[in-house]
């Protein structure tokens, strides 16, 4: 079974800063995937940002990047620039290759300060 | 609209009483989940369904939970008896595909707004 720990309850950020999320994940397969999620309070969750396990490069979409270290088996979220509306909380899942489902971790509450 | 739709956005009930919550998938999607989400935790898979079968019911926390998705299209979840423990956010996603991340495709998961279930 996957496991994903996210260690950061809460964070707080100033506005135009940048934060990073924690993730870790166990697992023994080699090929999975990774997803973040933002779950603002209106509750849909959101897909963020996608990282195969054999992509040679960070993910990267827009203001979000993802710090993947394969061998640490981590894979933290980095907001740049944050802005008001980044205020949420973040969930990091897994899901390993040829299986359907994703598994979630407890999530981070952000909240950004003008 | 183009997205997964969850009927009702909330529910209030008495224990005991029987519920029904209602996904309306993203047109097209053949997989279909549904997860919970108690206050301040992640989602948890309950079932999956791949066309018209549960393909794994093994997240249904005991056999008064049950889910149907008879067309292939829309899904509804029962709960029967409800208890208090019951309250939760039951969140529908929908998936093009139901695993295997090559092809190009993440295969990531398109979530509905939830449904807020309230056991009194």
């Known amino acids: 079974a996957q496991k994903i720990t996210q260690t950061q309850p809460g964070m707080f950020v100033q506005e135009k800063e940048a934060v990073t999320l924690d993730c870790t994940y166990d697992t023994s397969d080699p090929s999975y995937g990774l997803f973040w999620y933002k779950q603002p309070s209106s509750g849909e969750m959101i897909f963020l940002i996608y990282q195969g396990s054999y992509d040679q490069q960070n993910a990267t979409e827009g203001r979000y990047s993802l710090n993947f270290q394969k061998a640490r088996k981590s894979a933290n979220l980095v907001i740049s620039a944050s802005q008001l509306g980044d205020s949420a909380m973040y969930f990091c899942?897994?899901?390993?290759?040829?299986?359907?489902?994703?598994?979630f971790g407890a999530g981070t509450t952000v909240t950004v300060r003008a | 609209g183009a997205g997964v739709s969850q009927t009702p956005s909330n529910k209030v009930t008495e224990k005991g009483k029987y519920v029904e919550l209602r996904c309306d998938p993203i047109s097209g999607h053949t997989a279909l989940y549904w997860y919970r989400q108690s206050l301040g935790q992640g989602p948890e898979f309950l079932i999956y369904?791949?066309?018209?079968?549960?393909?794994?019911d093994s997240g249904l926390p005991n056999d008064r939970f049950f889910a149907v998705r008879p067309e292939g299209s829309v899904s509804t979840l029962k709960i029967q008896r409800t208890e208090r423990g019951d309250s939760a956010v039951y969140l529908c996603a929908s998936s093009l595909a139901p695993g295997g991340l090559a092809g190009g495709s993440t295969g990531e998961l398109f979530f509905g707004e939830g449904s807020r279930l309230t056991v009194l």
């Open positions: 369904f791949q066309g018209t079968g549960a393909a794994d």
């Open positions: 899942a897994m899901r390993i290759i040829n299986d359907y489902k994703l598994s």
